[in-house]
């Protein structure tokens, strides 16, 4: 059973920065394609960020240069290293894992980041 851990969310000031966590159990992480959406309230579900198997990763305009997706495999686990961060970048934040052999989406709990001051 897939499962995944978010982690690292909270209140920052604008220019601040956060790196949220994310770890995957039940499936051969190292070839799954992964990344991060958020949700701001009222408003539709944004892919932010994503990462291939491979390590190619692809990101939202509004984040390039400001925000990174990485993995570690031995971990399980992938990363999302937000800088520069501002107000309109306050949402909740929801990992997901695409399963390699039957190309099932899988969540996480969701990790609130607020960026005000």
């Known amino acids: 059973q897939v499962q995944l851990v978010e982690s690292g969310g909270g209140l920052v000031q604008p220019g601040g920065s956060l790196r949220l966590s994310c770890a995957a159990s039940g499936v051969i992480f190292s070839i799954a394609d992964m990344g991060w959406y958020r949700q701001a309230p009222g408003k539709q579900r944004e892919l932010v960020a994503k990462?291939?198997?491979?390590?190619?990763?692809d990101y939202v305009d509004s984040v390039k240069g400001r925000f990174t997706i990485s993995r570690d495999n031995a971990k399980n686990t992938v990363y999302l290293q937000m800088s520069s961060l501002k107000p309109e970048d306050t949402a909740v934040y929801y990992c997901?894992?695409?399963?390699?052999?039957?190309?099932?989406?899988?969540w996480g709990q969701g990790t609130q980041v607020t960026v005000s001051s």
């Open positions: 997901y894992l695409i399963h390699p052999r039957t190309r099932s989406r899988y």
């Open positions: 990462i291939a198997g491979s390590g190619n990763t």
